[in-house]
């Protein structure tokens, strides 16, 4: 055999253990999203029996129903929950489809088992304000991690799914109003005071979902306008060591053609990239803003 047939069959090779390793890494994947729906659903149900139930704090969705359960009739949240995810979930399987109502089984079958199992635990404060605080941020957390997985706890978040898709409701909007009849209920059957408690639990959950997403890190976009776009791109290159990319663009005023700068910098380099536009030109025009999330070599890697 020559060497030419040799490294022919070597190539051929490596691209069958490629073929092979691929769907373990999918596996893998689908077993670390299942990790997070469990977990977070874990963290959820500890979050709402040591903060939010004892408190009263019914801050929207399927557990603050279930706290108005137990007001009213006594019934343990856990078996509320379950009572009222199971129809939700075929509901779903029928008005929206297999993929999408499967993606919510795990999550709406565990969160109420998992508060079952934690229902014993006493609470660390009567405080309502500061456990609409904590509550609202495990809350978040869990919920962060079950999304992270591309999962769903099921409940309201559901029956908000199924109003979009039938009504044309925006999702936002449908969500809102599910969790503001819950916590207008809230006001009517328990105090309130207790109401104004559990908006800012569903304030600080929402952003504590934000962080998990996208994480603490911040990044900015600097747009750099000047005529002296080559050496501010050769100091952009090899002085702060990011990318850049040059888009094409015309003066509002003059008609003109010239070049953007657009430069992504982590927090602690803004600073620098300042310094170095103000060297080389320092009439140069510098727009800075935050960006949400920047994904890519020299940021985060999905």
Request: charged share 15%.
């Amino acid at each position: 055999m020559n060497e030419v047939a040799i490294a022919t069959e070597s190539a051929v090779r490596q691209k069958q253990r490629k073929r092979h390793k691929q769907p373990m890494g999918q596996k893998q994947q689908a077993a670390w999203g299942v990790i997070q729906v469990i977990l977070g659903s874990l963290i959820v149900a500890i979050s709402f029996n040591l903060f939010l139930l004892p408190n009263g704090i019914a801050s929207g969705g399927v557990s603050g129903v279930s706290i108005l359960v137990q007001r009213l009739t006594g019934i343990t949240p856990a078996i509320s929950q379950w009572a009222l995810n199971i129809p939700l979930f075929f509901a779903g399987w029928w008005l929206i489809g297999r993929k999408f109502a499967l993606n919510t089984l795990i999550g709406s079958a565990l969160l109420p088992l998992f508060v079952l199992m934690s229902s014993h635990w006493q609470p660390p404060t009567h405080n309502a304000l500061l456990a609409a605080i904590y509550g609202g941020i495990g809350v978040g957390l869990g919920l962060g991690l079950v999304f992270r997985g591309r999962g769903s706890t099921g409940g309201l978040a559901l029956a908000a799914q199924i109003l979009h898709r039938y009504t044309g409701l925006p999702l936002g909007l449908a969500v809102a109003c599910f969790d503001g009849c819950v916590i207008v209920a809230a006001g009517i059957i328990i105090s309130p005071e207790v109401a104004l408690y559990a908006l800012i639990g569903l304030f600080v959950t929402s952003k504590t979902i934000d962080i998990v997403q996208s994480g603490l890190s911040v990044s900015k976009v600097a747009f750099i306008i000047s005529e002296h776009t080559e050496e501010l791109a050769e100091a952009v290159l090899h002085d702060l060591d990011r990318g850049l990319t040059k888009l094409d663009a015309r003066g509002g005023y003059t008609g003109e053609g010239r070049t953007v700068l657009m430069v992504v910098v982590g927090q602690t380099e803004v600073a620098k990239l300042k310094q170095l536009v103000k060297a080389i030109d320092p009439d140069a025009f510098v727009i800075i803003s935050d960006t949400a999330e920047v994904v890519g070599q020299g940021f985060k890697l999905e």
